[in-house]
Protein backbone atom coordinates (compact mmCIF):
# COMPACT_ATOMS: atom_id res chain seq x y z
CA UNK A 1 0.00 0.00 0.00
CA UNK A 2 3.48 2.10 -0.61
CA UNK A 3 5.12 3.43 -3.42
CA UNK A 4 6.41 1.67 -6.15
CA UNK A 5 9.63 -0.25 -5.87
CA UNK A 6 12.98 0.97 -6.88
CA UNK A 7 12.30 -0.78 -10.73
CA UNK A 8 16.38 -1.13 -10.41
CA UNK A 9 15.61 -3.72 -7.40
CA UNK A 10 14.66 -6.60 -8.78
CA UNK A 11 17.72 -6.85 -11.12
CA UNK A 12 20.58 -6.08 -8.56
CA UNK A 13 18.63 -8.77 -6.19
CA UNK A 14 19.59 -11.23 -8.76
CA UNK A 15 23.17 -10.06 -9.14
CA UNK A 16 24.22 -9.52 -5.78
CA UNK A 17 25.32 -13.01 -4.17
CA UNK A 18 26.29 -13.52 -0.99
CA UNK A 19 30.16 -13.05 -1.15
CA UNK A 20 30.05 -10.07 -3.00
CA UNK A 21 27.71 -8.61 -0.31
CA UNK A 22 30.86 -8.25 1.78
CA UNK A 23 32.57 -5.43 -0.45
CA UNK A 24 29.16 -3.58 -0.39
CA UNK A 25 29.44 0.00 1.06
CA UNK A 26 27.13 -0.16 4.48
CA UNK A 27 28.22 -3.26 4.76
CA UNK A 28 31.50 -3.57 6.78
CA UNK A 29 31.88 -2.77 10.37
CA UNK A 30 34.50 -0.26 10.16
CA UNK A 31 34.14 2.81 11.77
CA UNK A 32 34.02 4.29 15.61
CA UNK A 33 31.54 6.12 16.55
CA UNK A 34 29.48 9.18 18.82
CA UNK A 35 26.04 9.52 19.96
CA UNK A 36 24.31 12.88 20.23
CA UNK A 37 21.99 12.46 23.57
CA UNK A 38 18.53 13.63 24.31
CA UNK A 39 17.66 15.30 20.74
CA UNK A 40 14.07 17.00 21.23
CA UNK A 41 12.04 16.36 18.23
CA UNK A 42 8.23 16.69 19.31
CA UNK A 43 5.64 16.85 21.79
CA UNK A 44 2.18 15.57 21.93
CA UNK A 45 -0.74 14.45 24.10
CA UNK A 46 -0.41 10.77 25.88
CA UNK A 47 -3.44 8.51 26.82
CA UNK A 48 -4.75 9.46 29.42
CA UNK A 49 -4.54 13.34 28.56
CA UNK A 50 -0.57 14.03 29.67
CA UNK A 51 1.88 15.89 27.59
CA UNK A 52 4.67 13.78 26.12
CA UNK A 53 8.25 15.05 25.71
CA UNK A 54 9.57 13.16 22.70
CA UNK A 55 13.50 12.29 22.30
CA UNK A 56 15.87 10.40 20.31
CA UNK A 57 19.57 9.38 20.35
CA UNK A 58 21.67 9.96 17.06
CA UNK A 59 24.22 7.79 16.30
CA UNK A 60 26.62 8.74 14.16
CA UNK A 61 30.05 7.34 12.39
CA UNK A 62 33.61 8.85 12.75
CA UNK A 63 35.59 9.11 10.20
CA UNK A 64 33.85 8.22 6.87
CA UNK A 65 34.21 11.72 5.43
CA UNK A 66 30.59 10.73 3.76
CA UNK A 67 28.33 13.59 3.09
CA UNK A 68 25.26 11.42 2.33
CA UNK A 69 25.04 8.96 4.87
CA UNK A 70 21.94 6.12 4.79
CA UNK A 71 19.79 7.02 7.88
CA UNK A 72 17.86 3.76 9.88
CA UNK A 73 15.64 5.20 12.63
CA UNK A 74 14.76 2.34 15.58
CA UNK A 75 11.91 2.06 17.88
CA UNK A 76 11.95 -0.13 20.96
CA UNK A 77 10.30 -2.17 22.37
CA UNK A 78 8.05 -3.32 25.34
CA UNK A 79 4.35 -4.15 25.08
CA UNK A 80 3.70 -0.14 23.67
CA UNK A 81 3.67 0.02 28.04
CA UNK A 82 7.31 0.34 28.60
CA UNK A 83 11.02 0.20 27.17
CA UNK A 84 13.46 3.26 26.32
CA UNK A 85 15.58 4.32 23.21
CA UNK A 86 18.35 3.31 25.83
CA UNK A 87 17.17 -0.78 25.51
CA UNK A 88 20.28 -2.68 24.98
CA UNK A 89 18.91 -4.56 21.88
CA UNK A 90 18.14 -1.29 19.77
CA UNK A 91 21.22 0.24 21.45
CA UNK A 92 23.47 -2.68 19.77
CA UNK A 93 21.39 -2.05 16.75
CA UNK A 94 22.42 1.51 16.36
CA UNK A 95 25.74 1.07 16.82
CA UNK A 96 26.38 -1.99 14.73
CA UNK A 97 24.65 0.11 11.88
CA UNK A 98 26.89 3.53 12.45
CA UNK A 99 30.06 1.23 12.62
CA UNK A 100 28.88 0.24 9.07
CA UNK A 101 28.82 4.06 7.91
CA UNK A 102 24.64 4.49 8.79
CA UNK A 103 23.27 7.31 10.59
CA UNK A 104 20.87 5.85 13.08
CA UNK A 105 18.78 7.01 15.88
CA UNK A 106 16.65 5.52 18.86
CA UNK A 107 13.35 6.99 19.24
CA UNK A 108 10.97 8.04 22.61
CA UNK A 109 7.36 7.56 21.32
CA UNK A 110 4.49 7.60 23.06
CA UNK A 111 3.70 4.98 25.77
CA UNK A 112 0.70 3.17 27.43
CA UNK A 113 -2.97 2.38 27.65
CA UNK A 114 -6.00 2.57 29.51
CA UNK A 115 -6.09 -0.20 32.22
CA UNK A 116 -8.26 -2.95 32.85
CA UNK A 117 -11.24 -2.59 35.31
CA UNK A 118 -10.73 -5.55 36.94
CA UNK A 119 -7.36 -7.14 37.96
CA UNK A 120 -6.81 -10.04 40.46
CA UNK A 121 -2.88 -10.45 41.06
CA UNK A 122 -2.38 -14.46 41.07
CA UNK A 123 0.44 -15.70 42.26
CA UNK A 124 3.13 -15.09 39.37
CA UNK A 125 1.77 -12.38 38.09
CA UNK A 126 2.41 -9.60 41.20
CA UNK A 127 4.72 -7.15 39.96
CA UNK A 128 7.10 -7.75 42.99
CA UNK A 129 7.97 -11.73 42.02
CA UNK A 130 6.85 -11.79 38.69
CA UNK A 131 9.68 -14.19 37.13
CA UNK A 132 9.37 -13.04 33.48
CA UNK A 133 9.18 -9.07 34.19
CA UNK A 134 6.15 -7.80 32.13
CA UNK A 135 4.02 -5.78 33.68
CA UNK A 136 0.57 -5.81 35.02
CA UNK A 137 -0.14 -2.83 33.23
CA UNK A 138 -0.35 -4.85 30.13
CA UNK A 139 -3.88 -5.77 31.60
CA UNK A 140 -5.75 -2.90 29.06
CA UNK A 141 -9.46 -2.26 28.88
CA UNK A 142 -9.84 -3.60 25.83
CA UNK A 143 -8.46 -4.91 22.46
CA UNK A 144 -8.88 -0.85 20.92
CA UNK A 145 -6.29 -0.11 23.61
CA UNK A 146 -3.41 -1.94 21.55
CA UNK A 147 -4.13 -0.67 18.44
CA UNK A 148 -4.70 3.24 19.61
CA UNK A 149 -1.14 2.75 21.11
CA UNK A 150 0.60 1.16 18.61
CA UNK A 151 -0.92 3.86 16.27
CA UNK A 152 0.41 7.00 18.44
CA UNK A 153 3.40 5.11 17.90
CA UNK A 154 3.39 5.24 14.56
CA UNK A 155 2.27 8.87 14.62
CA UNK A 156 5.62 9.29 16.28
CA UNK A 157 7.87 7.23 14.62
CA UNK A 158 6.51 9.56 11.29
CA UNK A 159 7.22 12.85 13.03
CA UNK A 160 10.88 11.21 14.01
CA UNK A 161 11.32 10.51 10.08
CA UNK A 162 10.30 13.90 9.29
CA UNK A 163 12.24 15.53 11.97
CA UNK A 164 15.67 13.72 10.54
CA UNK A 165 15.10 14.51 7.28
CA UNK A 166 14.70 18.00 8.31
CA UNK A 167 18.27 18.19 9.45
CA UNK A 168 19.84 15.91 7.24
CA UNK A 169 22.63 18.91 6.04
CA UNK A 170 23.51 18.95 9.95
CA UNK A 171 23.88 14.98 10.10
CA UNK A 172 25.36 14.58 6.93
CA UNK A 173 22.36 12.28 5.45
CA UNK A 174 20.92 10.85 2.38
CA UNK A 175 16.94 11.43 2.23
CA UNK A 176 16.65 9.64 -0.79
CA UNK A 177 18.04 6.42 1.15
CA UNK A 178 15.84 6.28 4.90
CA UNK A 179 15.05 3.66 6.47
CA UNK A 180 13.15 2.07 10.03
CA UNK A 181 12.71 -1.02 12.40
CA UNK A 182 12.09 -1.37 15.44
CA UNK A 183 11.92 -4.49 18.12
CA UNK A 184 8.78 -6.33 19.27
CA UNK A 185 6.24 -3.84 19.86
CA UNK A 186 8.89 -1.50 17.94
CA UNK A 187 8.89 -4.07 15.09
CA UNK A 188 4.96 -3.51 15.21
CA UNK A 189 5.55 0.04 15.00
CA UNK A 190 8.00 -0.01 12.07
CA UNK A 191 6.06 -2.31 9.65
CA UNK A 192 2.95 -0.26 10.47
CA UNK A 193 4.70 3.38 9.80
CA UNK A 194 6.57 1.78 6.45
CA UNK A 195 3.34 -0.04 5.18
CA UNK A 196 0.41 1.99 5.53
CA UNK A 197 0.26 5.08 2.79
CA UNK A 198 1.26 8.19 4.01
CA UNK A 199 0.25 9.77 1.10
CA UNK A 200 -3.77 8.34 1.34
CA UNK A 201 -4.34 9.72 4.83
CA UNK A 202 -5.15 6.77 6.18
CA UNK A 203 -5.97 5.29 9.90
CA UNK A 204 -5.54 2.05 11.89
CA UNK A 205 -8.59 0.17 13.11
CA UNK A 206 -10.39 1.71 16.14
CA UNK A 207 -8.40 5.46 16.43
CA UNK A 208 -11.67 7.36 15.83
CA UNK A 209 -13.34 8.78 18.20
CA UNK A 210 -14.44 5.72 21.42
CA UNK A 211 -16.35 5.73 24.48
CA UNK A 212 -14.56 6.57 27.69
CA UNK A 213 -12.53 3.83 28.87
CA UNK A 214 -13.19 2.23 32.17
CA UNK A 215 -12.59 3.17 35.81
CA UNK A 216 -8.84 0.92 36.12
CA UNK A 217 -8.98 -1.60 38.95
CA UNK A 218 -7.64 0.00 42.06
CA UNK A 219 -4.39 -2.14 41.92
CA UNK A 220 -3.73 -0.44 38.31
CA UNK A 221 -4.77 2.88 39.60
CA UNK A 222 -0.43 3.28 39.08
CA UNK A 223 -0.75 2.54 35.30
CA UNK A 224 -2.05 5.86 34.78
CA UNK A 225 -0.63 9.21 34.62
CA UNK A 226 -1.99 12.71 35.61
CA UNK A 227 -4.34 13.91 34.59
CA UNK A 228 -6.02 10.29 34.11
CA UNK A 229 -8.53 11.39 31.53
CA UNK A 230 -10.16 8.71 30.08
CA UNK A 231 -11.43 10.12 27.66
CA UNK A 232 -10.65 8.63 23.83
CA UNK A 233 -10.46 10.92 21.06
CA UNK A 234 -9.84 11.00 17.49
CA UNK A 235 -6.08 9.94 16.83
CA UNK A 236 -6.32 11.54 13.49
CA UNK A 237 -4.37 10.14 10.96
CA UNK A 238 -0.99 8.43 10.97
CA UNK A 239 1.05 11.14 9.41
CA UNK A 240 0.25 12.61 12.82
CA UNK A 241 0.62 16.50 14.21
CA UNK A 242 3.31 15.75 16.39
CA UNK A 243 5.84 17.62 13.95
CA UNK A 244 4.71 19.43 10.84
CA UNK A 245 5.43 22.27 8.33
CA UNK A 246 9.05 21.01 7.81
CA UNK A 247 8.75 20.28 4.63
CA UNK A 248 9.35 16.37 4.31
CA UNK A 249 7.34 13.64 4.62
CA UNK A 250 8.08 10.19 6.44
CA UNK A 251 8.30 8.16 2.98
CA UNK A 252 10.76 5.27 3.51
CA UNK A 253 12.98 3.01 1.82
CA UNK A 254 12.61 0.11 3.84
CA UNK A 255 11.06 -1.88 7.06
CA UNK A 256 13.11 -4.07 9.35
CA UNK A 257 10.88 -5.60 11.72
CA UNK A 258 12.70 -7.68 14.95
CA UNK A 259 9.99 -9.73 16.25
CA UNK A 260 7.57 -7.35 14.46
CA UNK A 261 4.25 -8.22 13.73
CA UNK A 262 0.82 -6.90 11.45
CA UNK A 263 -2.60 -6.54 12.57
CA UNK A 264 -4.36 -7.05 8.91
CA UNK A 265 -2.24 -9.01 6.29
CA UNK A 266 -4.23 -7.52 3.81
CA UNK A 267 -2.27 -3.87 4.13
CA UNK A 268 0.51 -6.29 2.58
CA UNK A 269 -1.76 -5.88 -0.89
CA UNK A 270 -0.11 -3.81 -3.75
CA UNK A 271 3.29 -2.18 -3.54
CA UNK A 272 4.98 -2.60 -0.22
CA UNK A 273 8.70 -1.12 0.51
CA UNK A 274 11.26 -4.16 1.13
CA UNK A 275 11.00 -6.10 4.49
CA UNK A 276 13.89 -7.47 6.34
CA UNK A 277 11.69 -9.79 9.10
CA UNK A 278 13.91 -11.81 12.34
CA UNK A 279 11.84 -13.57 14.39
CA UNK A 280 12.31 -17.27 16.25
CA UNK A 281 9.05 -19.16 15.89
CA UNK A 282 8.93 -20.41 19.32
CA UNK A 283 8.34 -16.74 20.39
CA UNK A 284 5.88 -16.71 23.18
CA UNK A 285 5.42 -12.77 23.24
CA UNK A 286 4.96 -12.10 19.60
CA UNK A 287 4.25 -14.93 17.77
CA UNK A 288 5.54 -15.43 14.67
CA UNK A 289 2.75 -16.89 12.97
CA UNK A 290 -1.21 -15.49 13.29
CA UNK A 291 -2.46 -15.84 17.01
CA UNK A 292 -2.87 -13.70 19.90
CA UNK A 293 -0.25 -11.58 21.37
CA UNK A 294 1.57 -12.19 24.75
CA UNK A 295 1.28 -16.49 24.11
CA UNK A 296 2.97 -16.51 27.61
CA UNK A 297 0.83 -16.17 29.65
CA UNK A 298 -1.95 -18.87 28.35
CA UNK A 299 1.13 -21.55 27.69
CA UNK A 300 2.92 -20.91 30.61
CA UNK A 301 1.10 -19.58 33.50
CA UNK A 302 -2.86 -20.01 32.82
CA UNK A 303 -3.35 -23.81 32.41
CA UNK A 304 -1.84 -24.26 35.99
CA UNK A 305 -4.25 -20.91 37.12
CA UNK A 306 -1.26 -18.79 38.55
CA UNK A 307 -1.93 -15.53 36.05
CA UNK A 308 -5.43 -14.01 35.91
CA UNK A 309 -6.29 -14.64 31.69
CA UNK A 310 -5.43 -11.90 29.55
CA UNK A 311 -8.86 -11.24 27.30
CA UNK A 312 -8.36 -8.61 25.76
CA UNK A 313 -5.09 -9.40 23.88
CA UNK A 314 -5.54 -8.39 20.37
CA UNK A 315 -4.60 -10.69 17.56
CA UNK A 316 -1.28 -10.03 14.89
CA UNK A 317 0.32 -12.16 12.43
CA UNK A 318 3.76 -12.24 13.02
CA UNK A 319 6.95 -12.13 10.50
CA UNK A 320 6.46 -16.01 9.51
CA UNK A 321 2.87 -15.53 8.81
CA UNK A 322 4.24 -12.09 6.44
CA UNK A 323 6.70 -13.95 4.70
CA UNK A 324 4.41 -16.73 3.41
CA UNK A 325 1.73 -13.78 2.60
CA UNK A 326 4.40 -12.20 0.10
CA UNK A 327 5.80 -15.34 -1.18
CA UNK A 328 2.03 -15.94 -1.96
CA UNK A 329 1.52 -12.77 -3.84
CA UNK A 330 4.67 -13.55 -5.70
CA UNK A 331 6.74 -10.55 -3.93
CA UNK A 332 10.52 -10.93 -3.69
CA UNK A 333 11.22 -7.75 -1.67
CA UNK A 334 11.88 -9.48 1.60
CA UNK A 335 14.61 -11.30 3.35
CA UNK A 336 13.88 -14.27 5.51
CA UNK A 337 15.97 -14.12 8.70
CA UNK A 338 13.61 -16.55 10.48
CA UNK A 339 14.84 -18.74 13.06
CA UNK A 340 12.89 -22.60 13.14
CA UNK A 341 12.76 -23.63 16.48
CA UNK A 342 9.89 -25.61 16.81
CA UNK A 343 7.86 -25.35 19.79
CA UNK A 344 5.61 -23.99 20.98
CA UNK A 345 7.99 -23.33 24.12
CA UNK A 346 10.68 -25.52 22.82
CA UNK A 347 11.72 -26.99 25.70
CA UNK A 348 9.33 -25.33 28.01
CA UNK A 349 11.70 -22.49 29.07
CA UNK A 350 8.50 -20.76 30.05
CA UNK A 351 10.92 -18.78 32.84
CA UNK A 352 13.13 -16.94 30.57
CA UNK A 353 13.32 -13.38 30.84
CA UNK A 354 12.64 -12.76 28.20
CA UNK A 355 11.18 -16.44 27.16
CA UNK A 356 12.59 -16.54 23.96
CA UNK A 357 11.46 -12.96 22.55
CA UNK A 358 15.11 -11.49 22.54
CA UNK A 359 17.44 -11.32 18.98
CA UNK A 360 19.65 -14.33 18.47
CA UNK A 361 23.23 -12.61 17.44
CA UNK A 362 22.56 -8.97 16.55
CA UNK A 363 25.95 -8.67 14.60
CA UNK A 364 25.16 -11.34 12.43
CA UNK A 365 21.55 -10.13 12.23
CA UNK A 366 22.59 -6.41 11.30
CA UNK A 367 25.31 -8.46 8.91
CA UNK A 368 22.47 -9.50 7.31
CA UNK A 369 20.14 -6.44 7.30
CA UNK A 370 22.93 -4.28 6.16
CA UNK A 371 23.53 -6.71 3.29
CA UNK A 372 19.93 -6.67 1.65
CA UNK A 373 19.61 -2.53 2.39
CA UNK A 374 22.68 -2.24 0.43
CA UNK A 375 21.26 -2.86 -2.78
CA UNK A 376 18.50 -0.32 -1.99
CA UNK A 377 21.35 2.39 -1.15
CA UNK A 378 23.35 1.65 -4.44
CA UNK A 379 19.83 1.51 -6.43
CA UNK A 380 19.10 4.69 -5.42
CA UNK A 381 22.66 6.30 -6.38
CA UNK A 382 24.64 6.32 -3.20
CA UNK A 383 28.28 5.46 -3.30
CA UNK A 384 30.50 6.80 -0.52
CA UNK A 385 33.25 7.83 -2.52
CA UNK A 386 31.16 9.98 -4.80
CA UNK A 387 28.85 11.31 -2.47
CA UNK A 388 30.92 14.85 -1.45
CA UNK A 389 32.49 15.34 -4.67
CA UNK A 390 31.99 19.30 -5.36
CA UNK A 391 30.07 21.09 -8.05
CA UNK A 392 34.00 22.02 -9.24
CA UNK A 393 34.61 18.26 -9.40
CA UNK A 394 36.81 17.95 -6.87
CA UNK A 395 35.53 15.99 -3.03
CA UNK A 396 34.45 18.78 -0.83
CA UNK A 397 37.42 20.02 1.93
CA UNK A 398 36.62 18.57 4.99
CA UNK A 399 36.23 21.01 7.95
CA UNK A 400 38.46 21.29 10.49
CA UNK A 401 38.36 20.85 14.21
CA UNK A 402 36.35 22.77 16.08
CA UNK A 403 36.05 23.40 19.81
CA UNK A 404 33.94 25.30 21.86
CA UNK A 405 34.89 26.54 25.58
CA UNK A 406 32.94 26.79 28.22
CA UNK A 407 30.61 23.74 27.33
CA UNK A 408 28.09 23.87 28.73
CA UNK A 409 27.64 27.67 28.07
CA UNK A 410 26.81 30.04 30.47
CA UNK A 411 25.56 33.29 30.39
CA UNK A 412 25.33 33.45 26.36
CA UNK A 413 28.80 33.56 25.72
CA UNK A 414 31.17 30.87 24.14
CA UNK A 415 34.64 31.13 22.89
CA UNK A 416 34.88 29.03 19.26
CA UNK A 417 38.28 27.74 18.23
CA UNK A 418 39.36 26.65 14.89
CA UNK A 419 43.22 26.85 14.04
CA UNK A 420 42.68 25.32 10.63
CA UNK A 421 39.92 27.57 9.62
CA UNK A 422 40.87 29.81 6.26
CA UNK A 423 40.74 33.37 8.03
CA UNK A 424 37.52 35.22 7.42
CA UNK A 425 35.78 32.37 5.29
CA UNK A 426 33.70 30.13 8.19
CA UNK A 427 30.49 30.87 8.28
CA UNK A 428 29.03 29.81 11.90
CA UNK A 429 25.69 29.49 12.78
CA UNK A 430 23.74 28.32 15.94
CA UNK A 431 20.54 26.40 15.49
CA UNK A 432 18.09 25.04 17.51
CA UNK A 433 17.39 21.28 17.82
CA UNK A 434 15.19 21.15 14.81
CA UNK A 435 18.10 22.97 12.69
CA UNK A 436 16.59 25.89 12.94
CA UNK A 437 19.61 29.03 12.89
CA UNK A 438 18.87 31.53 15.29
CA UNK A 439 22.24 33.45 15.41
CA UNK A 440 25.22 33.51 12.93
CA UNK A 441 28.48 35.01 12.67
CA UNK A 442 31.94 35.07 10.69
CA UNK A 443 35.22 33.34 12.11
CA UNK A 444 37.99 36.02 10.78
CA UNK A 445 40.33 34.57 13.39
CA UNK A 446 40.79 31.21 15.13
CA UNK A 447 39.24 32.30 17.77
CA UNK A 448 36.18 33.81 18.20
CA UNK A 449 34.73 35.43 21.24
CA UNK A 450 31.08 34.70 20.46
CA UNK A 451 28.05 36.52 22.14
CA UNK A 452 25.02 34.61 21.68
CA UNK A 453 22.77 36.22 24.03
CA UNK A 454 19.90 35.40 25.88
CA UNK A 455 18.62 32.04 24.84
CA UNK A 456 16.95 29.54 26.79
CA UNK A 457 18.53 27.03 28.76
CA UNK A 458 18.87 23.70 26.49
CA UNK A 459 20.21 21.62 23.28
CA UNK A 460 21.78 23.94 20.40
CA UNK A 461 24.08 23.06 17.96
CA UNK A 462 26.78 24.87 16.35
CA UNK A 463 27.47 24.43 12.57
CA UNK A 464 30.83 25.47 10.74
CA UNK A 465 30.56 25.76 7.30
CA UNK A 466 33.96 25.24 5.99
CA UNK A 467 35.12 24.44 2.20
CA UNK A 468 31.43 23.48 1.39
CA UNK A 469 30.87 21.35 4.32
CA UNK A 470 28.89 21.51 7.56
CA UNK A 471 30.43 20.30 10.66
CA UNK A 472 28.03 20.22 13.15
CA UNK A 473 29.06 20.21 17.36
CA UNK A 474 26.62 19.77 20.27
CA UNK A 475 26.02 22.56 22.81
CA UNK A 476 24.65 22.53 26.15
CA UNK A 477 23.37 26.16 26.92
CA UNK A 478 22.69 27.14 31.11
CA UNK A 479 22.80 30.33 33.24
CA UNK A 480 20.84 32.54 30.59
CA UNK A 481 22.35 36.39 29.70
CA UNK A 482 25.18 38.06 32.17
Known amino acids: ?24 PYTQKQFSYFVEKDIPFGSATGFAGQQVELVLDLYKPVGDNNCQRPLLVMAHGGGFIGGSRKDNDVVRICEEMAARGYAAASIEYRLGVHPYFFYEPYALCNDAINPVGISKCIYMADTMELYRGAARAVQDMRAAIRFLKGRHAMDSTDVRNVFIGGSSAGAITALHTGLYDL ?26 PSPAD ?31 AVFDLGILEGDTPPLYLYHRTDDLVVPSNSAQLFGLYPHCFNPINLCQPLS ?13 RLAGLGSTDYFDDILDNYGPADGDDCLDNPANHSIDNIPLRCEHLSGFFADIIAANGNMPTANCVSATGGHARQAAAITISPNPVSHGQMNIRCDQCPAGATLLQLCDATGRPLRQALLEQPVLQWEVGDLPNGVYFLKALVGGKWRVERVVMVGGQR
Do not use: Y
Open 1 to 24: MKRNPNPLLPILFLLSATPLLAQQ
Open 199 to 224: FANETMPHTGSLPDAPVPDPDLASCV
Open 230 to 260: RTRPDLGPLEGDVLVGNGHDSRVQGVAGFMG
Open 312 to 324: TRPWVSGSAAIRD
